[in-house]
DNA sequence: TGCAGGCTTGTAAGCGCTTACATAGACGGA
DNA sequence: TCCGTCTATGTAAGCGCTTACAAGCCTGCA
């Protein structure tokens, strides 16, 4: 009914306090359950609340209880699907608390330090993705509010919450060794990000206690499918190149396959292709790429739950919570096709 | 240094007054940039400021100014490159005007209406995208809050903004058409959302206006990539079936496609696929999918722009905003492989 | 009938910020 | 020297909500 016409105030607690006969003392209360309200009260305001189609101005609330029943979630970009599912689940949950979920990217932000700072002026704790803020600047924002660290190394006073890696990637190397390769090279650059590092930390750990040559230097390319091409043409100048290739991602394991193929390498004969986040495309293409599955969807409510927790109360952690992950062996290893597996019985 | 200490009461204007020795109105106005100062007490203001690491609270700025600077969006799942695209677009904009995103996900909720009306409270105006609430509700919204239709067809009172669907339906379809087909079926529920329908519309029309068969019923199955199997089954049970399918979206055609070649059907010799969004999978599947790009990262882009242009004040445009799309053929509508096509020169 | 104690409701004091308005200097011209 | 004008600053009134506290009412018991 009386929605805001122009000229008429809007709608605030006064006008359903002035239409119920009650006072705003009252309203609030039957609002929000607290203090005790004979039903006839109760009903007079309700019916007044519907009447006006009233809803209170978060702003205010906010400001009388000191709280936001908010959360911030920062990261570098949103590309892939690795954000999609993260942010679903984080949703998710922060839903089921009744919290709301304010999203900054960094990367398409000029001031990315000051951006995260005014976020954290209304939101009640925040979390941090990695390649968002340096740590000392985590660190600090960890003092002034709860802060959770995503996929990222923990930092004093902040918890940390991330997906498994150098043990998967121990795992997938291990595979891939036990598949006679022996000349096995990394690509991605570990110093990018946490998640790189602990995945080539897997990689050499496997290497190194394995009868298989030294580790190559890593080949050093950033995370996009742009780099493929580069990749290819630096195996293919090898004159002993790799066998097997463990990639940072599958967007850099498509590309880097594609471009091999195209140039005639056959996959995984030749040489073998792993790489990492289980996309979409990685069981569509041929031969379906081997990967590693991260729960993201669980890791994103994961994130939002310590992060309610650490809101409401609980202490920071000792220890980061670190999720399982799985390989999902396809055939760009050299394991024979299995048709089964590519069944998108999962939506990723 | 002074940051919060148990038992120190935070930072406030009031702290940040007294350190520099002015009065509260004072620090607003060095704040906000209003009103005249001496640069003396300016610099004063700012000292105290850095030392005390203040920021100002936002509840107490929004019920001042009765304005939060930020925007919902609402869309009912996160799932694809779609919106991830449409999200970086939507917030790279909402971030240059000074706002913040809230998003939440209906499809999670489970009283999305509560959920959206409860978001508005916090937000000075919303994106809706399709299949997230019915028209009355967002007719409803938008008396009392600007609001922007995504990918949906306008409503009294709000704004819309979209991609292209018909046209490029029609051209895709009459590009079949030219490649000699004439057994051509639609695969996607036209009921199912906005877009689709109007694609289907784009698809019907292209086929009265040529010689090729009636329109087949369309193959009815939702959105997801788990139909593929589906659709192939019915395809395949037809006497004189298809010779080319055009489907709703990509996961659609790439799904039906994979069961349609394991089942040793050739694609595009025994039957033409097409989809759309040009999702990454699109370039690497063999044939290439051919297929419509949406500019999703400009589609986000303009709805917070147009979202932001209502909030201050701009009046509602009478007609909607639609963003031309683009056709990508690739080799799954007949065309010839062209390799240079699948460079991934842009992420999509 | 009077009164203690339990419910229900109202009153009013914030929450931290913005901003209209009042005030106090500083300056220049008569 | 006095007064009108500006300019820089302070004062205080909100913004709409929550909540501690006060007050009023009703009940049951002595």
Redesign the pocket.
Known sequence: MATSEPGT??T???SVAQLA?????????V??G?????A???AQVLQAVEDLE?V??RS??S????RHDAQGLVVHDLTGPYYSELLMGYESAAGEFGQSVIIVVTGQREDPERSVLELASRVDGLVLANSTLPDDAARALGRRTPVVMLARAAVPGCDAVSAENAQSARELTEHLIAHGRRRLFFVGDPEGSPDVQERYRGFTAALSSSDASAVGPAIRVDFRELSGAKVAAQVMGHSNGPDALVCANDELALSTMKALQRAGVKVPDDIAIVGWDDVMTARYVSPGLTTVRQPLFELGRLAATRLHERITGAPVAPEPRILPTELVLRSSCGCPETDDRDVPWVTS
Chains 1, 2 share one sequence.
């Open positions: 105030r809007p605030t607690i006064y006969g009650v006072s705003i003392a009252t309203v609030s209360r609002l929000q607290t203090g005790a309200t004979s006839q009260v109760r009233y209170p101005r205010a609330r400001l009388a209880v000191q």
